[in-house]
């Protein structure tokens, strides 16, 4: 029973089992930069763009970057990139659904300016 009992400890640990993060210096730094960069960036997409589903997609977008970046650049945090990148395939699939479910009630409108439909010429005189 206990040579049974040490086989089993000795055994590495299965592909899928939770090993803990245990960051170097460098590791926080990035984790830190690519932290800061995807927030100012989010918070830009949301200020700057008005349509709900651009802003989705382009949401969706950066988190994915993000998760590129974390995965790639940070040992050990393939859990973090793995998570972020499914939270980026539901913000991209919520900004496609927006736009083609808005898109019978809105049509185009939100893409033209309102005054579009009526230019005037210099000189031209409204009855």
Not at 19 to 42: H, K, M, Q, R, W
Not at 104 to 116: F, I
């Amino acid at each position: 029973m206990s040579c049974l009992l040490a086989q089993t400890l000795s055994m590495p640990p299965e592909p899928f089992q939770f090993t803990p993060f245990n960051p170097s210096g460098e590791d926080y730094s990035a984790f830190a930069f690519i932290s800061i960069l995807l927030i100012v960036l989010s918070g830009a997409v949301l200020f700057l763009l008005r349509r709900m589903d651009v802003r989705l997609v382009m949401l969706g977008l950066l988190v994915a970057i993000a998760a590129v970046g974390y995965g790639s650049l940070i040992p050990g945090a393939y859990w973090t990139a793995a998570i972020l990148m499914r939270i980026a395939v539901l913000l991209i699939l919520a900004g496609a659904a927006y736009a083609l479910l808005s898109y019978p009630a809105t049509g185009l409108a939100e893409t033209r300016p309102v005054d579009s439909a009526v230019r005037e010429r210099p000189g031209d005189v409204l009855p």
